[in-house]
């Protein structure tokens, strides 16, 4: 196991403790980048929390505050979408699916599960609403995003 893998394994087993969950890890020179969440959201508090711990834990086995320095923070809402939680903590939104090929889809987040994601498309043609439902296999998805309306 090289040492990404052992971070991720430390990670994950100790978020296993807690109701977060890892959405993303990003290991740089000099810097691991931890993304969290947990529903219905994470807080502040809970990040420097996990911090803790994980520095703590991650200490005792590999010597980590010696090489790293470690950001523990939410995924922020700018960011695709990684992990099945995350789509389903996001059912009932607007996301906007880029698919391998480039083509873009948006619509109202209807339902997930492990092979695919539907959306609710609205199109206006001649005036009229039409609505249409269309599931994609994450085998063809590049990145959904969450569409921030204001």
């Known amino acids: 196991m090289n040492e990404e ?15 977060a969950y890892l959405v993303d890890l990003k290991i740089r020179t000099g810097k691991v980048q931890v993304f969290v969440d947990r529903d219905p959201y994470i807080t502040l508090e809970d990040c420097a ?11 005792e086995e590999l010597a980590f505050t010696d090489r790293y320095a470690l950001e523990v923070s939410s995924p ?14 996001n059912i ?20 997930v599960d492990e ?7 609205t199109e206006l ?7 249409r439902h ?8 590049k ?3 969450v569409v921030i309306e204001f």
Not at 76 to 89: E, H, M, N, W
Not at 95 to 108: C, H, N, Q, S, Y
């Open 5 to 19: 893998q052992r971070i991720r394994a430390i990670v994950n087993e100790l978020l296993d403790q807690t109701d």
């Open 49 to 59: 929390r996990i911090n803790r711990m994980l520095v703590r834990r991650l200490d």
């Open 76 to 89: 922020g809402l700018d960011q695709p979408l990684k992990v099945l939680r995350q789509y389903r903590k």
């Open 92 to 111: 009932g939104r607007i996301v906007e699916v880029i698919t391998v090929t480039g083509e873009k889809k948006r619509g109202l987040l209807l339902y």
């Open 115 to 121: 092979e695919k994601l539907v959306i609710e498309e």
């Open 125 to 131: 043609v001649n005036k009229q609403k039409t609505i």
């Open 134 to 141: 269309s599931a994609l296999p994450f085998l063809h998805i």
């Open 143 to 145: 990145s959904t995003n």
